[in-house]
């Protein structure tokens, strides 16, 4: 009966083509969903550093760096980074003696925000390439949620890395 | 914090990834978290209580040369074990793109997953024939540390992805404690004796090793008690047969070491030269001797000179060049205060190589990974749904 092998090849074949179409959304929710975290941390980590610049500018250094903290912390999605990149140049623009707690405070959290605009750059890049495969735009997976964006600022590590404070 | 770290290669026999591995780990335990370390190793071969054994390792012709790995059904099956039991709130692999247990655990695993690429070509072959497998292992990955500028530039060129540069950590302790060789250095005086060290495989040329012979030769012409103490693997008759036969008794052949008497060699030199005439990617052994407290004289590779800060904390000459090497090693030799000054200042640089700052900002970097996933590392069934 050799119809019968037909009808068994075409539901192998079905199979396969289902386990993949199942394995290639999962994928796509995955990184999609690790972008959005990545974000999220990236976000925490901007305020954080805008906060501690800002409590810095305070008690040192005065008008300027503080203006330039609080347009960070308020920016609008779409100026946040020229924002950042703003903060990231009078942060470099002063002197910043590590042995201050307020300026380590600083130096620390610009390290830590380095390190998650990395992981978010990487991320988002995993996460872009997975969605613009030609099957994963046809049939339209992931759909429902924005594109992931990258978030492009200078680098804001402040002094070459030394010694990183015990947490 | 829990951290599993995966070491793909046996412990049974020494090499960098492992050194780091295991100075890592035991830097992280000092700090205060919990550490298990996965690799393959000899059923009855002594391991630290943190080594967790994956089996047995087969040597392997791959890439180029023979590599220890374990891979296969037995291997997946006691990784995933591994990560099961471990509940882990990282995991942190070693060279993911080689064929063996850390690749296994990426694939492994789900959650915060951190990378350390070693060398600057980890995409072997079999991987860069699969772009897509290349491509799902990546993906698996959270946060990438290269540990020098060279492997970063490979990730950024090659692997379409960034990394965070974190170099190799030294144990300085282990270097500055150290018992000098019984004898060594001997005597250094202005224009007689002194003793110079030399560490790595003569006969390789990219090493400079005869950069250094004949600076040698030149000097202990004109500066009597001059010593050359020579260590790593190679044939002594190959060693000696370069040197004029009035010089051999000059020269002190070590063989192979073990790290601890690798430290003992570098604090009985007066100078440790490091001749390299290029594919240094980082210069573990600069580091190494400034831990020592050795006064280094280093040729002006960028490696050298980045980890040299510019050349405070040794002298640089000018690569491939033992007329240059020779001026720079006689002057030295003469001034002992001019070696104290470079040395203080090796202290300093050395001091951001020490293994509880580098382990610090390793943690910084786990901070980060579990920051962009959610929960902790689990055991996930990577042939089925992804």
New interface residues.
């Given amino acids: 009966m050799p119809h019968m092998w037909w009808v068994v090849a075409a539901s192998v074949v079905v199979g396969l083509v289902a386990?993949y179409l199942?394995?290639t959304a999962?994928?796509v929710e995955?990184?999609q969903?690790?972008a959005e975290?990545?974000a999220r941390?990236l976000d925490?980590h901007l305020l954080r550093r805008a906060a501690a610049a800002a409590v810095l500018a305070e008690r040192r250094f005065g008008v300027e760096l503080y203006a330039a903290a609080r347009i960070a912390l308020d920016a609008s999605p779409d100026e946040r980074e020229a924002a950042e990149n703003d903060l990231t140049r009078q942060l470099r623009g002063v002197q910043l003696d590590p042995g201050d707690p307020d300026c380590a405070a600083v130096i620390a959290a610009s390290?830590?925000l380095a390190?998650?605009r990395?992981?978010?750059?990487?991320?988002v890049?995993?996460a872009r390439?997975?969605r613009s495969r030609p099957l994963v735009r046809l049939l339209r997976m992931g759909r429902g949620r924005e594109w992931p964006r990258y978030f492009d600022i200078d680098d804001p590590t402040l002094v070459v890395?030394?010694?990183?404070?015990?947490? | 914090m829990r951290i599993g770290i995966v070491c793909p290669y046996s412990f049974d026999v020494p090499g960098g990834v492992q050194n780091h591995v295991m100075d890592l780990a035991e830097a992280l335990i000092a700090l205060g978290h919990e550490v298990s370390v996965l690799a393959p190793a000899d059923e009855d071969s002594p391991l630290p209580e943190y080594v967790v054994s994956a089996g047995r390792a087969v040597p392997l012709p791959y890439n180029g040369s023979v590599a220890r790995i374990a891979f296969g059904p037995v291997s997946t099956a006691r990784v995933r074990r591994w990560i099961t039991n471990g509940d882990f709130d990282v995991l942190h692999v070693h060279e993911p793109l080689t064929l063996s247990l850390s690749l296994l655990a990426v694939l492994s695993a789900r959650g915060p997953v951190v990378a350390t690429f070693h060398t600057a070509m980890t995409r072997s072959r079999v991987l860069a024939a699969a772009q897509g497998v290349l491509q799902i292992v990546l993906e698996r990955i959270t946060a990438r540390i290269a540990v020098s500028a060279l492997a970063r530039k490979v990730q950024v060129e090659h692997m379409d992805g960034g990394a965070v540069e974190i170099p190799n950590g030294v144990a300085v302790a282990k270097f500055a404690d150290a018992e000098p060789l019984p004898g060594w250095p001997g005597e250094c005086a202005t224009g007689t004796g002194g003793t110079l060290g030399f560490l790595g495989r003569f006969t390789e040329a990219r090493k400079g090793f005869p950069v250094l012979r004949d600076a040698f030769v030149a000097l202990a012409a004109t500066r009597p008690g001059l010593r050359l103490l020579v260590a790593g693997p190679g044939d002594p008759d190959d060693l000696y047969d370069q040197f004029p036969a009035e010089l051999h008794e000059r020269i002190t052949f070590l063989g192979l070491v073990s790290e601890a008497d690798k430290a003992r060699m570098l604090r009985s030199v007066h100078l440790y030269v490091a001749p390299n005439t290029g594919g240094e990617s980082f210069g573990m052994i600069l580091t190494e001797a400034l831990a020592a407290g050795t006064t280094v004289v280093a040729s002006d590779l960028d490696a050298f000179r980045r980890v040299l800060d510019g050349g405070r904390a040794g002298r640089l000459f000018p690569t491939g060049d033992p007329v240059g090497l020779r001026g720079v090693l006689s002057e030295l030799l003469d001034d002992p205060a001019g070696r104290a000054t470079l040395s203080a200042c090796g202290d300093q640089v050395v001091a951001n190589f020490d293994w509880p700052v580098v382990a610090r900002r390793v943690l910084e970097v786990y901070a980060a990974a579990i920051e962009a996933t959610d929960g902790r590392v689990i055991d996930q069934e990577w042939v089925g749904l992804g």
């Fill in positions: 386990a199942i394995w999962g994928r995955r990184l969903g690790r975290l990545a941390a925490a390290r830590r390190l998650s990395q992981v978010h750059t990487d991320l890049r995993d390439s997975a890395p030394a010694d990183v404070p015990a947490a």
